[in-house]
């Protein structure tokens, strides 16, 4: 933020304001709701949503994320909490702040120490699943509120039964309340997105249990809440829960620095600067690390709320400052406004806020772009974006959040060595202008009689070495020569060293001479501090073909041992 105001423009100053004050009308209605999704008195969310976008402002790296109270951590934190305190009771609330500042401290740390990288180790389809899976829990868990019925506890499933078995019971002014509500966010969203939709169906509710005096029909209101600024320091939990929370704490982190950072990243790209994920950490921490010593709950960066910052206008930090302003301005004036805002009108901004993240098309198209390769028959197991967007979004449904965020993130690892322990193996061919390419991709690409040439297109190391032999070894069956396009091998270790050796003496036991091209890099190097014993190393693919056609049919009388097939 410093740097901002260094090289801030007058010109700024007025799209700044007008953001910031668009920014508070949305923020305002969803933070009390995403507090009451927590499980916490909804003023907890005013609580956290001020010192999280002052404190963000002025150690993030984003010009326009907004950070407050959002549906997927607030869910999260709901369920880490329900393990430690009963709800709706001043422990239940002391725990939840306890985990924002468990939080922050984490995110802090991890911030100085550069682990940046971290949000990569949670793949887009995981998160994506997970996201799906915890939207369509909260929506679900918001209808009997939006109804007037009972909330059944229990998984998606159970909740979604509930609701069902119960729809005989709907207070009838208050499903009116909750669909005028809803209708009326996803109308202005649609047609007029400048227009603050949450802020105008709350105003709308209140009005409306005023003037018909609708708490005396039965219908759920907010009822009172404290005025005045937050009490600050740490809450009374004991130091046993402290350290308990520390693990789910980093999940949280995980989360929303994951969600965060990409909703950081689209605005930068689009407005031309760069993000530096280690300040977004820091960042992320301190905005935590705020919330929970002003008795708030978990925040992280809203993809929805930055988009209404950048339409309005935002240029700089200075948009978050005045949210932040105004919100300190309604705990100290305006909170008595909102004690009669209708539960039902809340609900509403909840399922309005969420149904634009349950994208089941995602699915489908992780789906197709997770095909096989060509030529190998299509399978689950060629799948692996869409398996693991599935299971993200199914750990979620039936073993609630904490769960699925575990299962989640054991997902995205389990992915990552999936991937790299089935590097592709692409045949090469000879384009009539000279160019070897993917002869799959290519149909002017031709082979050369008797001998094969293939790319890995991945490392060679420990983990992958017996799949790339028995890749190779299929490759060579019926040919006198094997080329290896090592171009795009960025690197090899010692058992991909002792690989190729076996593989070089298995092959000249059949026959067939193997040929090495493009050693480059950090194969090169380790190549020659091993000393592999790899007869036939060229600089390219071009030269080892050249070299396996003058020498013709593989010698037969290597002194090497005979190998079975």
């Given at each position: 933020m410093?740097?901002?105001?260094?090289?801030?423009?007058?010109a700024?100053?007025?799209?700044?304001?007008?953001?910031?004050?668009?920014?508070?009308a949305?923020?305002?209605?969803?933070s009390?709701?995403?507090a009451?999704i927590?499980?916490v008195?909804?003023?907890?969310?005013l609580y956290?949503?001020?010192?999280?976008?002052?404190?963000y402002a002025i150690?993030?790296?984003?010009?326009?994320?907004v950070v407050?109270?959002?549906?997927?951590?607030?869910a999260?934190s709901a369920?880490?909490?329900a393990?430690?305190?009963?709800?709706?009771?001043?422990?239940?609330?002391?725990?939840?702040?306890?985990?924002?500042?468990?939080?922050?401290?984490?995110a802090?740390?991890a911030?100085?120490?550069?682990?940046?990288?971290l949000?990569?180790?949670?793949?887009e389809?995981?998160?994506k699943?997970?996201?799906?899976?915890m939207?369509?829990?909260?929506i679900?868990?918001q209808?009997p509120?939006l109804?007037?019925?009972?909330?059944?506890d229990g998984?998606?499933?159970v909740?979604?039964w509930?609701?069902?078995?119960h729809l005989g019971?709907?207070n009838?002014?208050?499903l009116?309340?909750?669909?005028?509500c809803?209708a009326i966010?996803?109308?202005?969203?649609?047609?007029l997105?400048?227009v603050?939709?949450?802020?105008?169906?709350?105003?709308?509710?209140?009005a409306?249990?005023?003037?018909?005096?609708?708490?005396?029909?039965?219908?759920?209101?907010?009822g009172h809440?404290?005025a005045?600024?937050p009490?600050?320091?740490l809450?009374?939990?004991?130091?046993?829960?402290?350290?308990?929370?520390?693990g789910?704490?980093?999940?949280?982190?995980?989360i929303g620095?994951?969600e965060?950072?990409?909703?950081?990243?689209?605005?930068?790209?689009?407005?031309?600067y760069?993000i530096?994920?280690?300040?977004e950490?820091t960042?992320?921490?301190?905005?935590?690390?705020?919330?929970g010593?002003a008795?708030?709950?978990?925040?992280?960066?809203?993809l929805?709320?930055?988009?209404v910052?950048?339409g309005?206008?935002?240029r700089?930090?200075?948009?978050?400052?005045?949210a932040a302003?105004?919100?300190i301005?309604?705990?100290?004036f305006?909170t008595?406004?909102?004690e009669?805002?209708?539960?039902?009108?809340l609900?509403?901004?909840?399922i309005?806020?969420?149904i634009?993240l349950?994208d089941?098309?995602?699915l489908?198209r992780y789906?197709?772009?997770?095909?096989?390769p060509r030529?190998?028959?299509?399978?689950?197991?060629?799948?692996?974006?869409?398996?693991?967007a599935v299971a993200a979004m199914?750990?979620?449904?039936?073993?609630?959040?904490l769960?699925g965020l575990?299962?989640g993130?054991t997902?995205?690892?389990?992915?990552?060595i999936?991937r790299?322990?089935?590097?592709h193996l692409?045949h090469?061919?000879?384009?009539?202008?000279?160019?070897w390419?993917?002869?799959a991709?290519?149909?002017?690409?031709?082979?050369?009689?008797?001998?094969?040439?293939?790319?890995?297109d991945?490392?060679?190391y420990?983990?992958?070495t017996?799949?790339?032999?028995t890749?190779l070894?299929?490759?060579?069956?019926?040919?006198?020569?094997l080329?290896?396009?090592g171009?795009?091998?960025?690197?090899?270790?010692?058992?991909?060293?002792?690989?190729?050796?076996e593989?070089?003496?298995?092959l000249?036991?059949?026959h067939?001479?193997?040929?090495?091209a493009?050693d480059i890099?950090?194969?090169?190097?380790?190549?020659r501090?091993?000393?592999?014993?790899?007869e036939?190393?060229?600089?390219?693919?071009e030269?080892?073909?050249e070299?396996?056609?003058e020498?013709?049919p593989a010698?037969?009388?290597?002194d090497?041992?005979?190998?079975g097939?």
């Amino acid at each position: 933020m410093l740097d901002s105001l260094r090289h801030y423009r007058p010109a700024w100053l007025r799209p700044d304001l007008v953001a910031g004050l668009t920014v508070w009308a949305v923020l305002v209605p969803e933070s009390l709701a995403y507090a009451a999704i927590a499980g916490v008195p909804p003023v907890v969310g005013l609580y956290a949503a001020a010192p999280a976008l002052v404190l963000y402002a002025i150690l993030g790296s984003s010009r326009h994320l907004v950070v407050g109270p959002m549906a997927a951590t607030a869910a999260l934190s709901a369920s880490i909490v329900a393990v430690y305190a009963d709800a709706g009771g001043d422990d239940y609330t002391a725990v939840t702040t306890a985990l924002a500042i468990v939080t922050g401290v984490i995110a802090l740390a991890a911030g100085l120490l550069r682990l940046g990288f971290l949000a990569g180790f949670i793949s887009e389809p995981v998160l994506k699943g997970f996201i799906l899976g915890m939207a369509l829990t909260i929506i679900v868990g918001q209808v009997p509120k939006l109804l007037g019925i009972e909330k059944t506890d229990g998984d998606f499933f159970v909740q979604a039964w509930g609701v069902l078995t119960h729809l005989g019971g709907t207070n009838a002014w208050t499903l009116a309340v909750g669909a005028a509500c809803l209708a009326i966010v996803l109308a202005l969203k649609h047609w007029l997105p400048l227009v603050p939709g949450s802020l105008v169906a709350v105003a709308i509710g209140i009005a409306a249990v005023v003037a018909l005096d609708l708490a005396d029909h039965g219908v759920d209101i907010v009822g009172h809440i404290d005025a005045g600024l937050p009490a600050l320091g740490l809450p009374d939990v004991p130091a046993a829960t402290w350290i308990d929370l520390i693990g789910p704490a980093a999940g949280v982190m995980l989360i929303g620095f994951a969600e965060g950072l990409g909703a950081a990243k689209t605005y930068a790209d689009r407005n031309g600067y760069r993000i530096n994920p280690n300040r977004e950490l820091t960042g992320l921490g301190a905005a935590n690390l705020g919330a929970g010593l002003a008795s708030g709950m978990v925040v992280n960066g809203s993809l929805s709320k930055t988009a209404v910052n950048g339409g309005a206008g935002a240029r700089t930090q200075l948009s978050g400052l005045t949210a932040a302003v105004l919100t300190i301005v309604t705990l100290l004036f305006l909170t008595g406004l909102f004690e009669q805002l209708p539960e039902a009108a809340l609900a509403a901004v909840v399922i309005a806020a969420l149904i634009e993240l349950v994208d089941f098309g995602l699915l489908k198209r992780y789906w197709k772009a997770s095909l096989a390769p060509r030529g190998t028959p299509a399978s689950l197991a060629a799948r692996p974006d869409f398996i693991a967007a599935v299971a993200a979004m199914l750990g979620v449904l039936v073993f609630d959040t904490l769960p699925g965020l575990v299962i989640g993130m054991t997902l995205s690892l389990l992915l990552l060595i999936y991937r790299s322990s089935r590097p592709h193996l692409v045949h090469l061919g000879r384009t009539p202008s000279g160019q070897w390419v993917d002869r799959a991709r290519h149909e002017d690409a031709e082979p050369v009689d008797g001998i094969a040439v293939v790319r890995c297109d991945g490392s060679l190391y420990f983990a992958n070495t017996d799949h790339v032999r028995t890749a190779l070894l299929a490759a060579a069956e019926g040919h006198r020569a094997l080329v290896l396009d090592g171009e795009s091998m960025p690197t090899v270790d010692l058992s991909g060293t002792k690989m190729l050796t076996e593989l070089d003496r298995h092959l000249a036991a059949q026959h067939v001479t193997f040929y090495l091209a493009h050693d480059i890099g950090q194969v090169r190097d380790l190549l020659r501090r091993t000393d592999t014993d790899l007869e036939h190393v060229h600089p390219t693919v071009e030269s080892a073909v050249e070299a396996a056609i003058e020498a013709g049919p593989a010698r037969q009388d290597r002194d090497l041992p005979q190998e079975g097939p």
